[in-house]
């Protein structure tokens, strides 16, 4: 895994936990030698997962339409910043910029990613893996929708299980880094 996709909220929540939960995984990520993909603001987890990846030696890849740059989110001291005109063109970028995908606590603009990164996976638009980095149980209703949509179904359990699950940092990367690998050799197959 090159690069890794990072949606999570422009703001800091309610719990001290995200934000803490943002700084380990932009640290981790660096450590690891991989790149931050991500929605490329310099608030809330947004800002601090960046700083953070940023301190610790790693690259920061940020993709901001070019409304939010208007109102002076952009985070200005990242390794790249592409400006584009939607929101729509902010994820198609940040799919073809990573090779997996990661959820840290955040409100629609997370979910929305996250959905339409599945749905596009679904789609076979790409192969690519995703987690939910759950923090404090953050993810735990979702996950439990999930099920109740799987169980009614529709979504397959393949589907289903298609979308990752860890409490840490490490846990999280590992189970990304593996499906990483896993759909880099069904491509090469």
Not at 60 to 84: F, M, S
Not at 111 to 116: A, K, P, Q, S, T
Request: net charge negative.
């Amino acid at each position: 895994m090159r690069r890794l996709a990072v949606y999570c909220g422009a703001s800091m929540g309610a719990d001290p936990a995200y934000a803490a939960a943002a700084d380990a995984l932009g640290a981790a990520i660096a450590e690891r030698g991989i790149g931050l993909v991500y929605g490329g603001g310099r608030l809330g987890l947004m800002g601090v997962v960046a700083d953070s990846a940023l301190r610790h030696g790693g690259e920061a890849h940020g993709v901001i339409p070019q409304a939010l740059v208007d109102l002076e989110a952009a985070h200005r001291g990242l390794t790249e910043l592409h400006v584009v005109t939607t929101m729509h063109e902010r994820k198609a970028k940040m799919t073809e910029l990573c090779d997996a995908f990661v959820a840290l606590p955040g409100g629609i603009g997370t979910l929305d990613e996250l959905f339409e990164a599945w749905t596009w996976n679904a789609l076979g638009y790409h192969a690519k893996p995703f987690a939910l980095l759950d923090v404090g149980g953050f993810w735990r209703g979702l996950t439990g929708f999930l099920d109740t949509v799987a169980e009614s179904g529709f979504m397959s359990g393949p589907r289903r299980a298609q979308l990752l699950y860890a409490e840490g940092v490490d846990e999280a990367l590992d189970l990304l880094t593996d499906a990483t690998a896993r759909a880099e050799r069904k491509v090469v197959l």
